[in-house]
């Protein structure tokens, strides 16, 4: 061969090398770097390497524990097998191959039984690597204060060492299985082998072999004990209750116990047979024994008899205590155990009350559906097609000296709405890089008005004295593709006039772009070529990716769940999101779950992120949540105190919707924490119905909770509150409010407001019904009808002020063309049977006031009219007939006795 044709194939080989070890890199390696570049780039990258490390020294530390068993056990067997080894030249010839065998396993036993030992301890612990963070959660769960009612045990001990003992105590027993079978075939070919040469058996070998079965006794016998705590989650009396019952705490537990005992008479007994040869009686009663106690545990013959002649007969005094267990853990796992009730006596209204309650509230009751609200911002705040408002949000801002709620939103850049002229590479990563700004409007409007705005324009403009130093919006909820800025093309900042003004970011997220290596690792990992080729970075370019701050949480904090709603916070500085996450569990004993698998949660973290410089920040909002203390243990620095958050953004967190949601399914049945109130569901309540928006007419919906600012708690404080009114079940009136409080001094807390139960308070559907009848509305929705425009009615606010109860509901008309614009028309008011509809708040209360009096008045009329006339003065006093009642025809006063 030729010197260039080696060198050839020399370069040929190097380059089929290189081009192996790069896909390789890519296929393994990819994307942990550019993970870890991320997480750098967010000043998280020691919690990227801890993470990482602690799955792989979790698994390797249980794999160890394993091979440690596996290469023990087959080292202790590998001394008392092979003792024939030599011996007659027949004998020998015979047993060749299996001396072969022995041979290898005790000379050679580092290439033989450690490879063996690795493998089978790798197959023993791999459901650990799925569950490392459970193994962390067992090594630093710290308690939660709190005792389950059947053992005593700790809930710190459910939630975080349970599922691990349970883990463990299933693979140990599978290790020793294995185990013991094969060093029982080891041992097995031994005896045979020391029998055809007529010497004994190694006593150590049989001292081992009793070692095993004795672990394997005491394993199969904790798996009885832990039995027990299963208990705890029986669903057998769903839906009544949730967890053990009289059944399972007076039969099935002592079965339980009595497997155990009986289990261990039947090992040891059999055991002494084995080695002793002596015992038979005693090995077949306690198996016989054994075979009773588990067919009694095992089926459902004992069990079902109990409950269906002494249970079932006498349920709600058997399963009183155990009702009542299941209300109280249900109540502590969804942190419903300290709901304070306070009642709601409901009195008539006078107007003087009714003004003073519009003077207080009427800046802050929202009458805008945020729904048809974001079809309003699109469309006279968009702007440019590109941009689009990503839901809206409520808040309460100060204004003009006043804390008022407002309606807000961030206009974010959606690329998909570019033309497709204007989809090029460049556009989409260069120069279209965010979005800008937000519009934001008072909770309250007036009919037949236009909307009255506080930040409009696509540069803001406010004329109540909200600015923001840098309004660009690089991380959002929309769907954002990477982009590299700075750039030498310039980023469009906001259109101007028939151009747009450009800018540079400079802010300090993403990942730096210093060298053709970087870029390189970025096309690959994006599969784009621009990414490579492109000329136009410059040295201070940074990529940034993964800019949907949803995706962004969930990368970094994977265990936490998230809630639907987040949203944006305006500062002097920046624009802010603050996402709510929250902890949860499927081990809290004895509680009922809200969804298949879960029955615990807390709204224990706040994460906040910076939609221009990207930074993401974890604060626990709950430090008494154990679950949350224990990741604050587990990732040391990750979740930050509340205090820390910066007051601008600290007065702006409120209770999230999607978890109280969840507490009121709870709480609308475990309200009733009188068992037998409970067993009987006499006060069992539900969400209260409202007509769903639109025409009249329409089907019912429960009503979402919602936000309102009032001074409902305390009388002399106006605060923000989270609201969702309850009735009785399959009945349409109102029983009681709930109430969260969203301020910082009252986050979490929830009252109850219960009205009077002889009291009738209309609930939601019952005034969509008195709004339907009301025949002025009719007429006006009829008239609007014919002229073309469409009539659609909003959700109800239902607002307590006071004494009072009064139902809100906005009428919006939109054209019945293609372009429809909502707009608020007028506003229905109503209290008890009064309802009017007039074009603002203060109009309509007003005319409830007045119709309040003159109902009142007409009372009082009709109660005179029906009194007696007054009866003339009798001549004697004895001679006075007695006073009829009023209503009654008056009665001719008896002559007075003779003498």
């Not at 027949?90 to 490879?115: C, E, H, I, N």
């Not at 540069?459 to 800025?485: C, F, N, Q, W």
């Amino acid at each position: 061969m030729k010197k260039w044709q080696r060198w050839l194939l020399v370069l040929i080989g190097a380059i089929g090398v290189l081009a192996a070890a790069c896909a390789a890199f890519i296929y393994f390696y990819l994307d942990i770097v550019v993970d870890y570049w991320w997480f750098s780039s967010l000043k998280y990258g020691g919690y990227f390497i801890l993470r990482l490390l602690y799955r792989y020294v979790v698994f390797a530390a249980v794999t160890l524990s394993f091979f440690l068993i596996f290469f023990l056990n087959f080292r202790v067997a590998s001394r008392y097998i092979g003792a024939s080894a030599s011996g007659s030249g027949a004998g020998k010839t015979k047993r060749a191959g299996v001396q072969d065998l022995v041979r290898m396993f005790r000379s050679g036993s580092m290439m033989l039984y450690v490879p063996l030992s690795l493998v089978l301890a790798v197959f023993v612990a791999y459901p650990a690597f799925g569950r490392w963070e459970s193994f962390l959660f067992f090594a630093v769960g710290p308690g939660a204060g709190a005792t389950d009612p059947a053992y005593g045990k700790d809930i710190g001990f459910y939630l975080f060492s349970y599922p691990v003992w349970r883990l463990l105590q299933e693979r140990l027993l599978l290790s020793l299985i294995i185990v013991l079978l094969a060093t029982g075939l080891l041992y097995g070919i031994e005896r045979r082998v020391l029998k055809a040469t007529e010497k004994g058996f190694p006593r150590g070998a049989k001292v081992h072999l009793n070692f095993l079965a004795l672990l394997l006794v005491a394993l199969q016998g904790w798996s009885f004990f832990l039995e027990r705590y299963d208990l705890l989650y029986d669903a057998s009396h769903t839906p009544l209750f949730y967890g053990p019952g009289y059944t399972q705490m007076t039969v099935t537990l002592p079965l339980i116990w009595a497997s155990l005992a009986a289990w261990l008479l039947a090992a040891f007994a059999v055991l002494f047979l084995v080695n002793f040869k002596k015992g038979w009686v005693a090995a077949i009663v306690c198996c016989t024994l054994l075979a009773a106690t588990f067919g009694l545990r095992y089926t459902q013959v004992l069990p079902d008899t109990i409950q269906k002649y002494i249970v079932d007969p006498n349920e709600l005094t058997k399963e009183a205590p155990y009702i009542d267990n299941s209300i109280r853990a249900t109540l502590a796992a969804y942190n419903l155990g300290e709901v304070e009730t306070r009642s709601y006596p409901v009195e008539p209204v006078t107007r003087q009350e009714t003004r003073e309650a519009i003077r207080l509230n009427i800046a802050d009751i929202p009458v805008w559906d945020r729904e048809l609200l974001e079809d309003v911002y699109d469309q006279v705040q968009g702007i440019r097609p590109y941009y689009n408002f990503t839901g809206v949000d409520v808040d309460r801002y100060e204004i003009g000296g006043k804390i008022q709620q407002v309606n807000l939103a961030a206009r974010e850049i959606d690329l998909e709405k570019l033309t497709d002229y204007a989809r090029k590479w460049t556009n989409r990563h260069l120069q279209y890089t965010h979005g800008y700004g937000l519009v934001m409007t008072p909770a309250a409007q007036r009919g037949e008005e236009g909307m009255r705005w506080y930040v409009k324009g696509i540069s803001p403009r406010s004329e109540v004295g909200v600015s923001v130093e840098k309004p660009g919006i690089y991380y959002g909820l929309s769907t954002y593709d990477y982009a590299v800025a700075p750039n030498e093309v310039g980023e469009m900042d906001y259109p101007e006039g028939s151009g747009f003004v450009t800018s540079n970011y400079q802010g300090n997220a993403g990942v730096p772009l210093s060298s053709l290596f970087r870029k390189l690792i970025f096309s690959l990992y994006f599969q784009d070529r621009n990414l490579f080729f492109t000329t136009k970075t410059v040295k201070e370019s940074r990529i940034l990716f993964r800019r949907n701050i949803e995706e962004a949480a969930s990368r970094l904090a994977p265990f936490f769940t998230l809630d639907k709603d987040p949203y944006v916070v305006v500062t002097d500085k920046n624009l802010f999101w603050i996402l709510d996450a929250y902890t949860t569990s499927s081990w809290y004993p004895n509680a009922a779950p809200y969804e298949e698998g879960k029955n615990y949660i807390r709204s224990s973290v706040k994460i906040v992120v910076d939609a221009y410089g990207g930074d993401i920040d974890f604060y626990i909002a709950d430090p008494k949540d154990p679950i949350a203390a224990a990741y604050a243990r587990i990732y040391p620095g990750l979740l930050k105190p509340l205090s820390r958050m910066p007051e601008n953004l600290r007065r702006h967190i409120r209770y999230p919707k999607d978890i109280f949601k969840i507490q009121m399914r709870i709480f609308k049945k475990y309200h009733q924490t009188d068992p037998d109130t409970f067993y009987r569901q006499e006060d069992a309540w539900e969400l209260a119905k409202q007509p769903k928006s639109g025409k009249t007419g329409g089907e019912s919906e429960p009503m979402e909770p919602y936000y309102l600012t009032l001074n409902l708690i305390d009388r002399d404080r106006r605060e923000f509150l989270l609201l969702s009114p309850m009735s009785p079940e399959n009945r349409p009136n109102l029983s009681a409010l709930a109430i969260a409080g969203c301020d910082p001094d009252r986050y979490g807390n929830i009252y109850l407001y219960s009205f009077p139960k002889g009291e009738q308070v209309y609930g939601p559907d019952q005034i969509g019904a008195l709004i339907d009848q009301d025949t002025t509305i009719a007429e006006q929705f009829t008239l609007w009808d014919q002229v073309g425009s469409e009539v659609s009615r909003g959700r109800m606010i239902i607002l307590p002020v006071g004494k009072a109860v009064f139902y809100i509901q906005p009428v919006y008309l939109s054209a019945a063309g293609r372009l429809k614009i909502p707009q608020l028309q007028r506003l229905i008011v109503s209290h008890g049977e009064v309802v009017v509809m007039a074009r603002s708040l203060e109009a309509a209360f007003d005319q409830v006031a007045q119709r309040i009096e003159q109902r009142e008045e007409r009372q009082r009329v009709r109660q005179e009219q029906a009194l007696p006339p007054p009866q003339e003065q009798a001549p004697e006093p004895a001679d006075t007939p007695a006073q009829t009642e009023a209503g009654s025809p008056p009665t001719q006063a008896e002559p007075p006795e003779s003498n």
